[in-house]
Nanobody, 126 residues
Framework: QVHLVESGGGLVQAGGSLSLSCVVS????????MGWFRQTPEKERDFVAG????????GYADSVEGRFTIFRDDANNTVYLEMSSLSPEDTAVYYC???????????????????WGQGTQVTVSS
């Protein structure tokens, strides 16, 4: 059974930094592309960042480019999202997700991902 468990969310002041983790069990982080998404009550689940199956390619939403970094630790089967220069607009529940086995590249569409974590709340105060 596949499980993705996010952690690291919390309350941070604007301009601050936060690091999210996503531990995967039941499969490896290198088995397929992975992504981070975020959602607020008013919006759909939006793509934030993605990493390819090889780990050699990453992609970001325009809104976080240059501020967020996705990377993974294969030894610990964990994917991370490092976030800096946070603003209140970054407040959301953050989810990690993994595509089906063999999927090489991440996409920005939530429907392309088969496995999801339960989410972790990030709140940025002004």
């Amino acid at each position: 059974q596949v499980h993705l468990v996010e952690s690291g969310g919390g309350l941070v002041q604007a301009g601050g930094s936060l690091s999210l983790s996503c531990v995967v069990s039941g499969r490896t982080v290198s088995s397929s592309a992975m992504g981070w998404f975020r959602q607020t009550p008013e919006k759909e689940r939006d793509f934030v960042a993605g990493i390819s199956r090889s780990g050699g390619s990453t992609g970001y939403a325009d809104s976080v480019e240059g501020r967020f970094t996705i990377f993974r630790d294969d030894a610990n089967n964990t994917v991370y999202l490092e976030m800096s220069s946070l603003s209140p607009e970054d407040t959301a529940v953050y989810y990690c997700a993994q595509r089906s086995s063999g999927s090489i590249l991440p996409t920005s569409r939530a429907r392309d991902y088969d496995y999801w974590g339960q989410g972790t709340q990030v709140t940025v105060s002004s």
